[in-house]
């Protein structure tokens, strides 16, 4: 009996024999059931009226002289500045957003390549923001008076949308909820928990004039109207159903 006993353990702790087939394991788990969702997107708007004004105004000069140009481009830009100053703009809301010199020259059909050079055309203009809308036109007609030949991207701002941001969320995320619900009753399941939600959103301001050339405009404060700006908010927003 003894003996028996020995060899049955002897055997069932031997290493398997090369070839042998391994015991096959037991059925593997089965995955896990998918989430029961509702993913959907809800947008929120709200208007506010703009307290800020920006515009970019400076002035384009062209001649066979780079020097020169430069020169008489850098004496403009200071009147200009002078004249925001007088208006009323802060130095801390003027900045320089541009400083280009392009090189003028005709293509040589001949020799196919660009001829000599003909001149040169320097530009120089400058970031304003205005704080008073009520001088805006002021302004405008201060730039012009002293020889701004330059004003584009005219736009209306606020300053700092977070109220309204903070409102367009509420509102977007309402849409989204409102859209869900929809969804749930229409295919006949319950709305649950919020499982996740990301947001973005964004301020339009509203633009009134681009890249509009005024060499030819006369120097008079031309009535502005503000308007409004419009602050957007999205949200992507997943919810359980049952």
């Known amino acids: 009996m003894f003996r028996t006993l020995a060899l049955a353990t002897a055997l069932a702790l031997a290493p398997t024999a090369p070839g042998a087939q391994p015991v096959p394991a037991g059925p593997a788990p089965a995955p896990a059931p998918a989430p029961r969702v509702i993913a959907v997107s809800g947008e929120g708007h709200v208007s506010v009226r703009p307290d800020v004004a920006v515009l970019f105004a400076g002035v384009t000069a062209t001649g066979k002289d780079l020097r020169r140009v430069t020169a008489d481009t850098d004496a403009q830009l200071r009147r200009i500045l002078d004249a925001l100053a007088r208006a009323g703009v802060a130095e801390k809301d003027v900045q320089t957003a541009r400083h280009d010199v392009s090189v003028d020259r005709d293509w040589n059909v001949k020799g196919g390549g660009p001829g000599p050079i003909t001149g040169y055309t320097v530009t120089d203009e400058l970031r304003v923001k205005v704080r008073d809308l009520a001088a805006l036109g002021t302004v405008i007609e201060r730039v012009l008076a002293v020889g701004t ?8 701002e606020k300053e700092d949308p977070t109220p309204e941001q903070a409102r367009a969320l509420a509102a977007a995320c309402a849409t989204a909820r409102f859209k869900a619900e929809a969804i749930a009753r229409a295919a006949g399941v319950t709305l649950g928990e919020v499982l996740t939600v990301s947001e973005g959103g964004e301020v339009r301001p509203f633009p009134v004039m681009r890249d509009a050339r005024v ?28």
Not at 149 to 156: E, G, K, Y
């Open 149 to 156: 030949n330059t004003l584009r991207s005219l736009a209306f």
């Open 215 to 242: 060499m030819s405009m006369k120097a008079e404060a031309a009535p502005v109207a503000a308007g409004e700006v419009e602050v957007a908010a999205t949200v992507s927003v997943t919810f359980a159903i049952r």
